[in-house]
């Protein structure tokens, strides 16, 4: 079986199907044969479209969660303050990270005609699922009290950080498992169904997290628990129409919850991608804590105004990701199908189009930075240092967008260790440098953001070498 496995990375020879008998004779699915046949951009096109829509609701549904608990007090706000950046980690894990290793996985088994092969990953991936929500929810029920205090929770603070935590942690399986069962879907090709679930999911939840915070009828006021039994409900229900389509008779993957076969071999072709893609987000996570240390040394007005600026970084990701989840379906289903040369078509048509559209944004507001700035601080050393901050970094956004669109790319090839690598030294270009302009060469914040600047550019230049060698099939690389 282990021959097998490998044979959906490298899209080389069939996999064998012992335990999914008939699943050979089965036709090519429609939506298969559309991610191998159909025009590239306009199929790219439309199937990342959805995928931004609900990128934006989780978005959105960030900035309700801030409005109602604010209204709660400077306490409460703070305490979930702490708790959020946990759980916004764990969704981009489960939803990019892992998320991504299943879809990659699914699509190359699609792609070389697996179908049986692809039922049982999902299979795996669920149960992957349970296990990665057992090891949050008690890492984070254990250590979640002194984790909150070293980064200042005290008192009302703290208590109203347990009381959304402990909520959140407890029943992490619904955010685990809406993230995981919406990339067993994504990697069919089908983008429309998870996105309407993601999106119904997060209305559900700015429905009924003010009902839960404030009570309401027969609910009762539940303060920062509120949102986190929001969030756990509406996931939860989420999951389980996602459960109920992969059950269907129609469904091109189909989710066995039973007599499924334990095989090792499957969790290591879904971890072999979700791990280093989990770490990856770890990267881009840290190397936002670090820059936001090294830019206090230049003055608050000044990193209260990088961090304004980088902001917008913040909906560069969640385009990239909107991109990057049709990218991984449509290169890993092509890879599967030893179609080499459409597999790099799509992947550089992905990259050129997501460095484009981020490309774009960062010159708008590198032209008209007020515009952004206007929108956080009327303070003028504050949207000083967040305008040159735009002016500098804002052009080199495509080069970020690049890189990113082709981190997926390698998800759809399940070659991914590079470009995790390459984010890795994107992380050093921006802190070494930057620890270099501010402490060594005193070049205030020009230097810093220049660093900063320097980084996507090698990011993007890195990522672009990286594919370019893992795209050659591995019997000629």
Sequence with gaps: MSNGIASISNGIAPIPLAAAPGASARPIAPRTKMLLEAPIL???????APNVLNLLAIVGMVTFDAIFVGRLGPDALAGVSLVFPWVMFMQHAAASGMGGGVSSAIARALGSGQRGLADALAGHAIALAVILAAITSSFMLLCGPFLYQLMGGQGAVLAAALAYSNVVFSGVLAIWALNILANVVRGTGNMEFPAYVIIGSVLAHVVLSPMLIFGWGPLPALGPAGPGWGLIVSFGIGSIVLIAHLRASTALVTLGLRGVAVQWMLFSEILKVGIPGMLNVGITNLSVVILTGVAVHLGQETAIGFAMGARLEYILIPLAFGFGTAIVSMVGTNWGAKQFHRARQIAWTGGVTVALACGS??????????????????????????????RIVGPIYAFYGLGMALYFATQGLGRVLATVAANGVRLAVSAC??????????????????AIAAAFFVYGGLTACVLLRALRPASTA
């Design 42 to 48: 306009p199929t790219l096109l439309r199937l990342s």
């Design 361 to 390: 944004i960062g010159v708008f507001f590198a032209l008209f930075p007020q515009v952004w700035m206007g929108l956080f601080s009327e303070d003028p050393e504050v949207v000083r240092a967040g305008c040159l901050y735009l």
């Design 433 to 450: 440098g930057g620890v270099l302009a501010v402490f060594w060469l005193d070049a205030g914040a020009i230097g810093f953001f220049v």
